[in-house]
């Protein structure tokens, strides 16, 4: 799998938009993106995945670059809930069929 | 979606020691996996246990150490052997979501925090 690199850790405002960035430069073209968070105290949880297009669901936006080589997840109105640990991964299958390689990952801290 | 839980969600043992730990799905599944966090770390992936086969370690941790079980499709056993402190972690299984979500994502249980003395 892809190597993927994250910044540390980020702040958002409560009731912003919060912009996670996300490098994959070596990704291959039948590999995709997937994200997951884990809350303090819990299991990561499954937010969204994308492999050329732009996806949106209830959780997210995620953005992909046109050369893939870049992503950005996007919470559109962050809430205090959202403060977690988010995980970028670039995988063949999802996690489902294999196991997932974690990076460092992104700690957001939703500021009220 | 998938209803996980782990058996115990936390436990203090002595060196030397041995703990199992039971992860519980409520549906059946292929794929269940075992993770490893150690304090202030990310996620390290243990191994995969398909049910009726051997389990697949990944480099860096052996089945003397971790052995797995996986006597059907709903229930998978880790067992930490022979704990030092260095053991000290929180150990998640997690499962492929097929039954639950075309997705291709896995679920995760809420992990079982051990502490070594």
């Known amino acids: 799998d892809a190597k993927t690199t994250q910044p540390p850790s980020m702040d958002c405002a409560e009731g912003r938009a919060a912009n996670l960035p996300c490098n994959h430069s070596t990704i291959s073209g039948n590999e995709y993106v997937y994200w997951y968070r884990q809350i303090h105290s819990q299991g990561p949880q499954y937010i969204i995945h994308?492999?050329?297009n732009n996806e949106t669901n209830e959780m997210a936006s995620l953005i992909i670059t046109e050369d893939r080589k870049s992503s950005t997840l996007i919470l559109p109105h962050a809430t205090l809930r959202d403060t977690a640990v988010y995980y970028c991964i670039v995988t063949y299958s999802g996690g489902g069929a294999d196991g997932l390689t974690f990076g460092k990952g992104t700690h957001l801290i939703i500021q009220p | 979606s998938a209803v996980i839980s782990q058996k115990p969600s936390r436990d203090i043992c002595q060196r030397g020691t041995s703990l199992t730990i039971q992860c519980q799905v409520d549906s059946q599944v292929t794929m269940m996996f075992w993770y490893r966090q150690q304090p202030g770390q990310s996620l390290t992936l243990i191994a995969t246990?398909?049910?009726?086969?051997?389990?697949?370690?990944e480099s860096g941790f052996v089945i003397d150490k971790f052995p797995i079980s996986r006597p059907n499709l709903t229930f998978s056993t880790l067992t930490v052997s022979n704990m030092s402190p260095e053991d000290s972690s929180i150990y998640l299984c997690?499962?492929?979501?097929?039954?639950?979500?075309?997705?291709?994502?896995?679920?995760f249980g809420p992990g079982t925090r051990l502490t070594v003395l």
């Open positions: 994308g492999l050329k």
């Open positions: 997690s499962v492929d979501g097929q039954p639950w979500s075309s997705y291709n994502e896995q679920f």
């Open positions: 246990a398909n049910q009726g086969s051997e389990a697949t370690y």
